[in-house]
Every structure is written in structure tokens, then in C-alpha cells.
């Protein structure tokens, strides 16, 4: 029993952490994406110290506190698609230490790949539906580039390439330098 609560007590005070991360990614527009993936972060500490349906758990808790807490709802889409990404990818990084050469392991960098682009698809095809692609009709890259349509095709491409490299590598870097911080104690 004395277990359990410390489970319960770790997971309610990451989760907490995130929220207020998620909060302050709302507010503060530059820095957006940056809040988010610190959120998602967490559920990367959860699914490292207790287990992947305590994760799931967390996500789905932090999502739904998310609702109602964040004036900025669809934010909550990108920091569930974090957390997918996170979770992902921690189980990876687990099989690979436990030493199996399962598909998973050895392709691991497809799995991702394929992961991150799947939902990056999703995303835009679901940002087209819902607000028709106006705001970057509205916007000053757009218009610059807006005779050169390919050139500007290209420059989405490559930066969502690197947000994706950028992320994966920062959550592995934050589980190296600080995630011995957030261990749940024995």
C-alpha cells in the first residue's frame, strides 16, 4: 500500500508540473513548443521509473486537466503527440538496453520516423479542416514566398525534419543530464 502512494504522489506531482508547464506554453507564445515538449518530457520520467500503463495514464490525466485548465485546447494536441512520441521512443531506448534485436530495436530510427511523420500528416491535414490553412495565408513568410511555392515547400519540409531531430535528441540529452533528479526514491 505504501508503494502504491508514493507512485500516486510522484505521478500527481509531475503531472502538476506539467500543467503548469502547458499553462506557461500558452501564455507565452515564443516559447510554445518549448513548454510543450518539457511537459511531454515528463511522461518520459513516468514511463522510465514506474511503467508504460502509468505513463498512458499520466498522459491521459494531463490531457484532460489540460481541457479544462489551457485557453489554447489544440495545444493539447501537439503535447499528446509529444507524449506519443516520448513513449515511443522510451520503449525503444528500454529494449535496446535490455539487449533484444527485435524489428523494433534494429529499425528503431524508421519507427520513429514513421511515428513522427504519421502524426505531423495528421496534424496538417487536421489544421486544414479545421482553420483552412488561413493564418499562414495571413503570414509574412507567406507572402514573401508566396511566388515561389515550392521553395517554400521545401523550407517546411526541412524544418520539420529538424524539429523532429532537435526534439529527439533533447529529450535523450534531459534523460542524461536530469532525469536522475526525478527518480521515484526506493
Known sequence: MHIRSKEIAYMGMLMAVAIVFILIGCYFD???IFFLAAASFLAGCVERNLSLVKAMIFVIGTTIIGLILSPQ??????????CVYV????RIQE????????FLVKGHIWIKGVVYHAMLVIVVVLMQYLTGLDQIKKSVVYTFFSGH????????????ELLWVLFDKAYFLFQQQYGHYLKINE
Open 30 to 32: 515564443v516559447s510554445t
Open 95 to 102: 529494449k535496446e538496453e535490455q539487449g533484444q534485436t527485435s
Open 87 to 90: 513513449l515511443l521512443a522510451e
Open 73 to 82: 485546447k489544440l495545444y493539447l494536441v501537439t503535447f499528446f503527440g509529444f
Open 149 to 160: 511555392m515550392a521553395v517554400f515547400a521545401i523550407i517546411c519540409i526541412v524544418a520539420a
